[in-house]
């Protein structure tokens, strides 16, 4: 059965080196077998994803596009129209990678990584950041003094190892604290190998799957056992209704 597309995020300033790093990241991640999907939440009008490479192609238009390039599939967000990730993850083509690399800061529940220049800059910090990447010696001591994992271009292949290993399936984004913690808390425990996706009480519970135009709509538990119970109080009324088995509703507007 196919594992659901991994995330991880790397943001920080502009000219820190972002998007050089993830492209040759998601290189490495292809070469060992893996489909991978690039993110970029930009607000300029062009983006173009290697410079010495025309052939790559451009990202233009607005919202989202999709092209072949060196990576499986990338794409183009603009800040400006704010697109949501769960709309992104409901594109067949995204779904269908084994990881979406996500550059750009957002609050939707992934690992990331803070790209530095100067101590100055930790503020940036946020609950689901678990490493650094800086050129500065100094940046790399206090981010380790901070307990986050600290790398640099010397360390690239400990960064790809720990991002194979540490990209998680998307959560629910809830926020519903039922496991304890706030998604992005649960995000960073889970990269960081201290809890799994079945502590998540919205997934682990999950009995009824509810879709619209593609994207899984997370529900808490009571409003589960309501649509379910509604559903099949309905169909326990049909001939042929047998009382096992899955049961799969649709409706077309």
């Given amino acids: 059965m196919k594992t659901m597309v991994r995330l991880f995020t790397f943001f920080g300033n ?6 050089a790093v993830i492209v040759e990241l998601a290189k490495k991640l292809q070469e060992k077998g893996y489909k991978v999907s690039y993110l970029k939440n930009t607000d300029r009008d ?9 052939d790559t192609g451009r990202l233009n238009e607005s919202r989202v596009v999709l092209g072949r390039a060196n990576l ?9 129209e704010r697109l949501k990730i769960e709309d992104i ?3 067949p083509m995204v779904r269908s990678c084994d990881f979406l690399l996500i550059e750009g800061n957002h609050d939707f529940p992934t690992p990331k990584i803070l790209f530095l220049r100067e101590c100055g800059e930790f503020s940036r910090l946020d609950d689901m950041t678990v490493g650094v990447f800086s050129r500065n010696e100094k940046v790399r001591s206090m981010a380790e003094k901070k307990g986050l994992i600290a790398f640099d271009e010397e360390r690239m292949d400990d960064m790809i190892e720990f991002v194979e290993r540490s990209s998680i399936p998307p959560l629910p984004n809830m926020n519903c604290k039922l496991c304890g913690y706030s998604c992005g808390e649960m995000a960073k ?3 960081l190998g201290r809890k799994r996706m079945e502590d998540c009480k919205i997934l682990s519970s999950r009995k009824v799957d509810v879709r619209i135009n593609g994207r899984r709509m997370n529900l ?3 409003l589960e056992d309501i649509l379910r119970d509604v ?4 169909l326990r009324n049909l001939k042929g209704y047998e ?3 899955d049961v799969e509703v649709r409706i077309r507007r």
């Fill in 72 to 80: 499986e599939f990338f794409m183009r967000m603009r800040t400006k």
């Fill in 89 to 91: 993850l409901s594109i």
């Fill in 220 to 222: 808490v538990p009571f």
């Fill in 14 to 19: 502009s000219n820190t080196g972002k998007t």
């Fill in 189 to 191: 425990l889970m990269a």
């Fill in 243 to 245: 009382g096992r088995g």
């Fill in 46 to 54: 062009h983006f173009d994803l290697d410079p010495k490479d025309k």
């Fill in 231 to 234: 559903i099949l109080g309905v």
